[in-house]
T-cell receptor, first 112, second 112 residues
Framework: EAGVAQSPRYKIIEKRQSVAFWCNPI?????LYWYQQILGQGPKLLIQ????????DSQLPKDRFSAERLKGVDSTLKIQPAKLEDSAVYLC??????????FGPGTRLTVL | AQSVTQPDIHITVSEGASLELRCNYS??????LFWYVQSPGQGLQLLLK??????LVQGIKGFEAEFKRSQSSFNLRKPSVHWSDAAEYFC??????????FGAGTTVTVRA
């Protein structure tokens, strides 16, 4: 069974630029999560989707971050404009029936 | 709201020696508890989980964890570590809606 796929694996941008990350969850997993992991910290939930609807986006900085999950499968997370403090690893996870989450390899973002 | 404390930021252990990683959680109801491992440049891999039942949980790679409600702990153990166990380990607690809160992680270094 294929795992959670994410791209790109690495991204370097200048502050105030925009960036987008892509996630393809495990086939059949209805729930999809985006996490931000700052160096030296544990992952922090940004947004949770159930199929193509948002369940929780309370921790998403909506002035600059947006996410969508069209057709209830793939998802994209966008940052516009990026700030220095957005440098982190962005992890996507998916789960079946909301119990165990399976994580992708992450996208490491560096904002200069 | 739930939270997790991993008291040890960094542990160094000799190959073949035993390993114990501490995890304390705060949650008002019966928690769902997880241990994940993250190798450099990789996403999080699930080691084991506790939902209910036997408080001693067996996981992959020879790891086990014990849930102690009286101590609000879910410590991870391995009797004999291998060099490949060098990684960062995260404890997480899940709420009734399966949202995860992660600890800050413990980095394990294995010396020959």
């Amino acid at each position: 069974e294929a795992g959670v796929a994410q791209s790109p694996r690495y991204k370097i941008i200048e502050k105030r630029q925009s960036v987008a990350f892509w996630c393809n969850p495990i086939s059949g997993h209805a729930t999809l999560y985006w996490y931000q992991q700052i160096l030296g910290q544990g992952p922090k939930l940004l947004i949770q989707f159930q199929n193509n609807g948002v369940v929780d986006d309370s921790q998403l900085p909506k002035d600059r971050f947006s996410a969508e999950r069209l057709k209830g499968v793939d998802s994209t997370l966008k940052i516009q404009p990026a700030k220095l403090e957005d440098s982190a690893v962005y992890l996507c996870a998916s789960s079946l029936a909301e119990d165990t989450q399976y994580f992708g390899p992450g996208t490491r973002l560096t904002v200069l | 709201a739930q939270s997790v404390t991993q008291p040890d930021i960094h542990i160094t252990v000799s190959e073949g020696a035993s390993l114990e990683l501490r995890c304390n959680y705060s949650y008002g109801a019966t928690p769902y508890l997880f241990w994940y491992v993250q190798s450099p440049g990789q996403g999080l891999q699930l080691l084991l989980k506790y939902f209910s039942g036997d408080t001693l949980v067996q996981g992959i790679k020879g790891f086990e964890a014990e849930f102690k409600r009286s101590q609000s702990s879910f410590n991870l153990r391995k009797p004999s570590v291998h060099w490949s166990d060098a990684a960062e380990y995260f404890c997480a607690v899940g709420s009734n809606d399966y949202k995860l809160s992660f600890g800050a992680g413990t980095t394990v270094t294995v010396r020959a």
